[in-house]
Structure formats: C-alpha cells, structure tokens
Nanobody, 121 residues
Framework: QVQLVESGGGLVQAGGSLRLSCVAS????????MGWYRQAPGKQRGLIAA???????NYADSVKGRFTISRDNTKNTVWLQMNSLKPEDTAVYYC???????????????WGQGTQVTVSS
C-alpha cells in the first residue's frame, strides 16, 4: 500500500516562499503521476498541481505561475515550490499518486498526514 509523507510546511508572510516535500513508498514511483492537493478549513480537498511520470506538469489556475511541481525518481520524492504566497493559500497540503493525470482526480483510499501551510497578511 502506498505510504506518503509530506513535510516542509510552516508559517510565512504574504509574498514569501516555501518548498514542500513528499516521499512515497509502497509503489513503483517512476510509473506514477504525482499530485499536490490542498484543503482549507471548511472546504473540500482539491488538486492544485500534477506531474506525469515523464515530467509534464499541470496546475490549477489559482496557483499557476506561482507554484512549481517537480520530482526525482531516484529519491521517490515530489516537491512543490511555492512562491508569492497569499493568505488564501493557507491550507493543509497533501500529495498522492495515480497511474496517470486523470487518475489524480479520483477519490483516494489513503492519504498521508499532510503538512500545514499558513500565510499571514
């Protein structure tokens, strides 16, 4: 079963940056698309960034131009570089894996613990 460990969150001022990490195990990492999700208080979890096994990326409009997703298959790790942070980026951030980009939009049976990102105004 896939195991996901997110880290790197914290408290930052608006306009600042954070780099989140996600280490995956229990899967053949290089065969999977990876995604970053976030869930703000009182709202549903949503996909904000995705990367295919070949390195093609996609972003939600809310983060496009500010966030960058990347991966290193030798480390079973996917990162989310977050720049120009806004208070509305405040959320718990999660990663997950699927066979392709479309699979990242499905419901998942398991999630990691997530990492809290708080952006002050």
């Amino acid at each position: 079963q896939v195991q996901l460990v997110e880290s790197g969150g914290g408290l930052v001022q608006a306009g600042g940056s954070l780099r989140l990490s996600c280490v995956a195990s229990g899967i053949i990492f290089s065969n999977n698309a990876m995604g970053w999700y976030r869930q703000a208080p009182g709202k549903q979890r949503g996909l904000i960034a995705a990367i295919t096994s070949g390195g093609t990326t996609n972003y939600a409009d809310s983060v496009k131009g500010r966030f960058t997703i990347s991966r290193d298959n030798t480390k079973n790790t996917v990162w989310l570089q977050m720049n120009s942070l806004k208070p509305e980026d405040t959320a718990v951030y999660y990663c997950n894996a699927a066979p392709d980009l479309y699979g990242l939009g499905w419901d998942f049976g398991s999630w990691g613990q997530g990492t809290q990102v708080t952006v002050s105004s």
